[in-house]
Nanobody, 127 residues
Framework: QDQLVESGGGSVQDGGPLRLSCTAS????????IGWVRQALGRVREGVAL???????TYRGSVQGRFTISRDNAKNALFLQMDSLKPEDTAMYYC?????????????????????WGQGTQVTVSS
């Protein structure tokens, strides 16, 4: 059974960087649809970035060009490099994974598709 553990969240000034990590046990992440979903206080969960088993990535429009998702198959780990952070990026960030067809593994799909979730890591960006 997949277990996901996030780390790397914290507080940063507007424009600063953060790097999130997610380590996985169980299935190898290279075979999964895996990525980052965030939830701000009082708002619904929204997909941020996903990577499919073929290595193709998709991003939420508001983070395109600022965030980069990557994975290290040898370490079974997923990363999210976040640059030029903005106050509106403030949220709890979750690592999520599921064995999905690549055609479905796109930012914008319902979070209900994902059965495996980490506990979340808080990102706070102050202006």
């Amino acid at each position: 059974q997949d277990q996901l553990v996030e780390s790397g969240g914290g507080s940063v000034q507007d424009g600063g960087p953060l790097r999130l990590s997610c380590t996985a046990s169980g299935d190898t992440i290279s075979s999964l649809c895996i990525g980052w979903v965030r939830q701000a206080l009082g708002r619904v969960r929204e997909g941020v970035a996903l990577i499919d088993s073929g290595g193709r990535t998709t991003y939420r429009g508001s983070v395109q060009g600022r965030f980069t998702i990557s994975r290290d198959n040898a370490k079974n780990a997923l990363f999210l490099q976040m640059d030029s952070l903005k106050p509106e990026d403030t949220a709890m960030y979750y690592c999520a994974a599921q064995n999905l067809q690549n055609a479905l593994c796109r930012v914008g799909i319902s979070s209900l598709y994902f059965e495996h979730w980490g506990q979340g890591t808080q990102v706070t960006v102050s202006s």
